[in-house]
């Protein structure tokens, strides 16, 4: 028999204890909800390794992921002050991501589930970002709309349910992140390029016009312009041998980027009459867009939901409460379940 098939028919219990396991990029994180109480996060980076070599090597994730899975899940437990016996669940993402690195924490929950007896529910990375602000706000119930900026996804989407959502818009070229990547590369700043593009920004002003992408057009997002005027505008300066402010470049480029964040969501929420906007993704933990958006929130009536910036960015907490939606919805995944490089977030549209 499937192992999922096991459940079939399972009694949902209504407050689960579900460990959540993620290991997609250069995070090992573990974590563990009871319902959307969240008992525990711990999250054992390689990024300083990494940052040596200018971006996540994939063969030293998966060796780091081998020496720290295990420490995190018992670290996870132990600060929930449970015994694994008492889990109902253990939630892993199975993609997207580097492969080797995601076969690390997916090997480790099949083991620990099948040990254990309880259902694996195999989660997309990109859905527990989405599904981070639930534990933000316990009180947050569908519908509304859902703004992600993550390293490889830009989209706002009209969440109608816990399982259903319809994507509005979303990038035509590079993501969000991916932008504050290359920027941050231009500038010669370190990996990951987010944080520091955010820090350099604070010294600077917003004064230089950065194309603010293509107006109109609905929803959709393009990254590509902004990156490249960025480019032109500091080999322009560097070619003509004139001075430019590097904090002024990272403080003009975080407004173009953020602001038609905030201005999309916006726009939609209105239209589609949602009183919330859930925010989910790396790129959420920067401030200048946390306070851009909420600020817009209120001007406009409506209410932002933001997950705590160790939220936004890679953590096990966010796959335990996507795991979770899928244990109210009996999806529950085989022991045959594989690592997925890619997941389409889906078409435009209905999902
Ligand atoms: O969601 P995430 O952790 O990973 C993916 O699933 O892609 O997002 C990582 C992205 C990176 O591109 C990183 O530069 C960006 O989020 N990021 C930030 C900040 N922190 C991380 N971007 C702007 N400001 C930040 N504070
Ligand atoms: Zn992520």
Request: hydrophobic share 45%; net charge neutral; charged share 20%.
């Given at each position: 028999?499937?192992?999922a098939q096991?459940?079939k028919?399972?009694v949902?219990?209504?407050?689960?204890?579900i460990?959540?396991?993620?290991?997609?990029c250069?995070?090992?994180?573990?974590?563990?909800?009871?319902?959307?109480?969240l008992?525990?996060s711990?999250?054992?980076?390689?990024?300083?390794?990494?940052?040596?070599?200018?971006?996540?090597?994939?063969?030293?994730?998966s060796?780091?992921h081998?020496?720290a899975?295990s420490?995190?899940?018992s670290s996870?437990l132990e600060e929930a002050?449970?015994?694994?016996?008492?889990?109902?669940?253990v939630a892993?993402?199975?993609?997207?991501?580097?492969l080797g690195?995601?076969?690390?924490?997916?090997?480790?929950a099949k083991?620990?589930a099948?040990?254990?007896g309880v259902?694996?529910?195999?989660?997309n990375h990109?859905?527990g970002?989405?599904?981070?602000a639930?534990?933000?706000d316990?009180t947050?119930?569908?519908?509304?709309?859902?703004?992600?900026?993550?390293?490889?996804?830009?989209?706002v989407?009209y969440?109608k349910?816990?399982?259903?959502?319809?994507?509005?818009?979303?990038t035509r070229?590079?993501?969000?992140?991916?932008?504050?990547?290359?920027?941050?590369?231009v500038?010669?700043?370190?990996?990951?390029?987010?944080?520091?593009?955010e820090r350099l920004?604070?010294?600077?002003?917003?004064c230089?016009a950065?194309?603010?992408?293509f107006?109109?057009n609905?929803?959709?997002?393009?990254y590509?312009?902004l990156?490249t005027?960025?480019?032109n505008?500091?080999?322009?300066?560097?070619q003509?041998?004139?001075?430019?402010?590097?904090?002024?470049?990272?403080a003009?480029f975080?407004?173009?980027?953020?602001?038609?964040?905030?201005e999309?969501?916006?726009s939609?929420?209105?239209k589609?009459g949602c009183k919330?906007?859930?925010?989910g993704?790396?790129v959420?933990a920067?401030?200048?867009?946390?306070?851009?958006?909420?600020?817009e929130?209120?001007a406009n009536?409506?209410?932002?939901?933001?997950?705590?910036k160790?939220?936004?960015?890679?953590?096990?907490a966010?796959?335990?409460?996507?795991?979770?939606?899928?244990?109210?919805?009996?999806?529950?995944?085989d022991?045959?379940?594989?690592?997925?490089?890619?997941?389409?977030l889906?078409?435009?549209?209905?999902?």
């Open positions: 028999m499937d192992y096991r459940f028919g399972l949902p219990k209504a407050e689960p204890l460990l959540g396991i993620e290991s997609s250069d995070e090992t994180a573990a974590a563990v909800v009871q319902g959307r109480k008992l525990s711990v999250i054992l980076s390689s990024a300083a390794e990494q940052a040596k070599y200018g971006g996540v090597v994939p063969e030293i994730a060796r780091a081998t020496d899975i420490k995190a899940v996870a002050h449970i015994e694994k016996s008492m889990l109902d669940a892993v993402t199975y993609g997207a991501g580097l690195a995601l076969l690390v924490g997916l090997s480790f083991s620990f099948y040990a254990l259902p694996l529910i195999g989660v990109i859905r970002h989405m599904a981070a639930y534990l933000a316990q947050l119930e569908p519908p509304f709309i859902t703004l992600l900026a993550s390293g490889g996804h830009t989209a989407l969440t349910s816990y399982t259903e959502f319809e994507i509005l818009g979303s070229d590079d993501a969000a992140g991916e932008a504050m990547d290359k920027a941050a590369r500038l010669g700043l370190p990996y990951p390029g987010g944080p520091n593009i920004a604070r010294e600077g002003k917003n230089i950065f194309p603010k992408m107006r109109g609905g929803y959709d997002f393009s590509s312009g990156k005027a960025v480019i505008y500091c080999h322009n300066k560097e003509k041998g004139e001075e430019y402010s590097r904090a002024d470049v990272a003009s975080q407004c173009a980027a953020c602001d038609v964040l905030v999309r969501a916006v939609a929420a209105l589609y919330t906007i859930a925010a993704g790396g959420i920067n401030t200048y867009l946390r306070e851009c958006l909420v600020r929130c209120i009536g409506l209410r932002a939901v933001l997950p705590e160790k939220f936004c960015t890679d953590n096990a966010m796959i335990a409460a996507e795991g979770l939606v899928q244990y109210r919805a009996g999806n529950f995944s022991l045959s379940l594989n690592a997925c490089a890619h997941i389409p889906g078409k435009k549209g209905k999902q």
